[in-house]
């Protein structure tokens, strides 16, 4: 085990579920029970629980459970030694030794590999080799003083620069690979991955280089951009670049862009806190990350077409996520870096100030598809208005809208709101439908494996009293996490490996026989099982009889 079991008990017993949880979503108690919308995958309606009592969480939308170390691991992208230290350093807990097979030493090597080809980067800049990245940097108005502060550096145009100078320093060409600096050729040779790039290294929120991104500078670079592949350290759906600075950032919003210059022009003219993606849309788990610091976004993606259908998606997730969205115009500049090289800070502020919300720009964006010079046009822009104005979740947003439509289109803005109320009773009788129709599906899956479900019964039966006697087997249970968790019973669930955790808080999260009728249910599905054990058993006696007799009837007609 990788810690002390005795370790990991006191953890997660000192650990307040609530208080935990509270820093990533809003429960509200219900009975013995919390509810609260799930931090792990977007909903409107709550299906995340939690029972303090037993440190658990399960959520019934997107089936994550576990307890305090598991939803660490999930909420902070951690591993699950990694989680275990952050739960400590929350209580004020030491954290024993432990052997967890290496793979916290891998992780740390890693670590220790990346900083190491960072700083190797970023001397390459300063050298003769860099000179021709650093007159790149200038040109683009990139300060020096800022370029440390990111640790940009160079990798220079070789096949093994930074492969021979780091093997040098004794790290392996394995690990080279595994951090994802060198790669491998058709025929099985490795190289550098990067070559004439200015590189960017990307950082975790604890300032950790995890990763980097290179910017081409020849032109007959086949991507302008190169991302480290993902590894134990870097999974890209996860991380926002500049991140590790704009959480110290006192601004009360973040400016979510597209790029890594975009990020560094923006924190060199003041603003630190842009953040981007990394060569990726963006992901659940990064609106999620935004959301646990702050409660707004600006978008400032590109102003071309690709760039507006990316603010359309991106608004949607960081809406889902909790947070306020505002859109930025950009006018006269395809980009944020270019928009700030040509009118400078004052005029990017101005930009901020008059950023509009998701629904007026998209609005925006319907007019200009759809000039109302005619009557067709109009009947267009009315259309697509009144499926935006119908996902909007108030009456009070509709009705504001809709007269803002009326008056652009000049017609009655009754007549809008009525057509808008049409199509809301529409989404709602579709979202009806589809909801009951995945309520259903439990139930026939139910119906194909009640065995399974009868095996579940019992185990949750035998986990909330344990006082009661069972004449059940491990070779009871079909499903290998059952299994196991029939052997642990009377262990802390906390100790066990996350799948089979998460099982635990699922059966507490969904079965809950009364005291009174647990040992008659028990009973039940003792019978049950064991009957199943006896058909399973009479089937391939069954089929066994069959065969001989077919085998027999075989070798009489042979012999005959």
Not at 405 to 426: E, H, N, P, S
């Amino acid at each position: 085990m990788a810690f002390p079991e005795r370790f990991l008990d006191e953890l997660t017993a000192k650990t307040d579920m609530i208080a935990l949880v509270s820093n990533y979503t809003q429960p509200v108690r219900r009975g013995t029970r919390w509810f609260a919308r799930c931090p792990f995958h977007s909903e409107k309606t709550p299906s995340f629980t939690v029972t303090p009592d037993n440190g658990l969480f399960y959520c019934f939308g997107c089936q994550a459970g576990g307890g305090p170390i598991q939803f660490v691991m999930r909420a902070e992208n951690l591993e699950f030694a990694d989680a275990v230290r952050f739960l400590a350093a929350r209580l004020g807990l030491s954290v024993p030794e432990e052997d967890d097979g290496g793979a916290r030493i891998k992780r740390e090597r890693l670590l220790e590999i990346n900083r190491i080809a960072a700083r190797w980067f970023y001397e390459a800049l300063g050298s003769d080799e860099g000179a021709l990245c650093a007159d790149y940097m200038k040109n683009r108005g990139m300060s020096p003083s800022f370029a440390r502060r990111f640790g940009l550096g160079y990798a220079p145009n070789k096949w093994d620069a930074l492969m021979t100078a780091l093997t040098a320093r004794g790290v392996t060409t394995d690990e080279l690979f595994s951090a994802g600096l060198v790669t491998r050729g058709q025929k099985g040779g490795l190289y550098d991955a990067f070559r004439d790039r200015l590189m960017f290294p990307i950082f975790d929120l604890r300032g950790q280089v995890i990763a980097f991104s290179g910017r081409a500078l020849g032109g007959d670079a086949v991507a302008k951009y190169k991302n480290s592949a993902e590894s134990s350290i870097y999974q890209k759906r996860s991380v926002l670049y500049g991140a590790h600075l704009a959480r110290k950032s006192e601004k009360p919003f973040w400016i979510l862009c597209e790029g890594n210059v975009d990020v560094f022009m923006l924190h060199q003219a003041g603003y630190d806190n842009a953040v981007a993606t990394c060569g990726t849309a963006l992901t659940d788990a990064q609106a999620r990350l935004i959301a646990r610091h702050v409660s707004e976004v600006v978008l400032a993606y590109d102003a071309d077409a690709a760039g507006q259908n990316a603010t359309g998606k991106a608004s949607a997730l960081l809406e889902a996520a909790g947070l306020k969205v505002r859109v930025l115009r950009l006018r006269g500049a395809k980009d944020p870096d270019e928009f700030i090289r040509s009118y400078g800070s004052g005029a990017f502020d101005k930009l901020i100030t008059d950023s509009s919300n998701h629904t007026e720009y998209r609005l925006s964006l319907i007019e200009n598809r759809h000039p109302p010079d005619s009557d067709a046009e109009k009947l267009e822009f009315l259309r697509e208005a009144t499926q935006l104005l119908a996902a909007l979740p108030t009456q009070g947003e509709r009705s504001v809208y809709a007269s803002r439509v009326a008056k652009t289109l000049g017609i009655d803005g009754k007549a809008i709101l009525k057509d808008v109320d049409a199509a809301v009773a529409k989404r709602r009788k579709d979202t009806l439908r589809t909801e009951q129709s995945q309520a259903m599906r439990p139930r026939r899956q139910a119906n194909v494996s009640g065995a399974l479900r009868t095996e579940e019964t019992a185990l949750a039966i035998l986990l909330r009293t344990p006082e009661l006697e069972t004449t059940l087997t491990p070779e009871d249970f079909s499903n290998p996490e059952a299994k196991q968790l029939f052997l642990s019973r009377g262990n802390s669930p906390h100790t066990l490996p996350p799948e089979v955790t998460g099982l635990y808080a699922r059966l507490m999260a969904e079965i809950d026989a009364p005291p009174d009728a647990a040992e008659r249910a028990l009973r039940d599905c003792e019978k049950r099982l064991k009957d199943r054990a006896l058909v399973s058993g009479g089937d391939m006696m069954i089929k066994f009889m069959r065969y001989r007799d077919t085998k027999t009837q075989k070798d009489e007609g042979d012999g005959s």
